[in-house]
């Protein structure tokens, strides 16, 4: 993966550890001082939804009789969309399931410090399966390309197609819901 270098820091402890500190000094990363049980509840309902959207998208994108009933072309695909939704529904979980360790994030680097957050309180320690965070790594980087969450990565976009047509991205398309599902899974057992 051309990207792995930008997250080889989330592997290691101190590595992270000093990113989690520079957060801590901008204020991306603060403690809470109990639990906010509706804002998890509120996290955890968007992420929910973010995913049922990423799913009709998808439906919509593959199904001619959901195009015709929608009024849309027969070549209408709504693929990247799907991806950035399935992101969203990760990053909300992820921001439910911190939220139950009384850890906010906030901008600036609200994004990167959501990732470095739940790589650091969760998986270095191992609270949880390191998995959870390639999954979420694997959708940050697509929302990279899509959403430009990344500017610096700009020039690396062309090794994922998504400067192609929309129909291209229907494989990652999928990849995203099933990553998404799953880590939604895993984090609501957990909250």
């Known amino acids: 993966m051309a990207y792995k270098a930008k997250y080889e820091y989330l592997n ?12 801590k000094k901008i204020g ?5 001082k109990k639990v906010d049980i509706p804002l998890i509840t509120i996290n955890f309902k968007r992420a929910e939804n973010e995913l049922k959207q990423a ?33 969203y529904a990760i990053f909300y979980a992820t921001k439910s399931l911190l939220s139950k360790e009384k850890i906010r994030t906030k901008s600036p680097n609200i994004h990167k410090a959501t990732l470095d957050a739940f790589a650091y309180y969760f998986v270095i320690n191992g609270k949880l399966d390191v998995e959870l965070l390639k999954i979420y790594q694997s ?36 990849e995203s819901i099933k990553n998404a599902t799953k880590f939604l899974t895993h984090i609501k057992k957990l909250i």
Request: avoid cysteine; proline fraction near 2%; hydrophobic fraction near 35%.
């Open 139 to 174: 959708a940050m980087i697509k929302a990279d390309s899509l959403l430009g969450l990344f500017v610096s990565e700009k020039d690396k976009r062309g090794e994922f197609t998504y400067q192609k047509l929309p129909d291209a991205n229907i494989e990652p398309a999928d």
């Open 55 to 87: 799913e009709t998208m998808f439906k919509v994108s593959e199904r001619e009789e959901l195009k015709q009933e929608l009024e849309l072309l027969k070549d209408d695909t709504f693929y990247s969309g799907v991806i950035a939704h399935a992101y």
């Open 12 to 23: 290691n402890e101190d590595e992270l550890k000093k990113e989690i500190e520079k957060h």
């Open 28 to 32: 991306s990363i603060f403690e809470e």
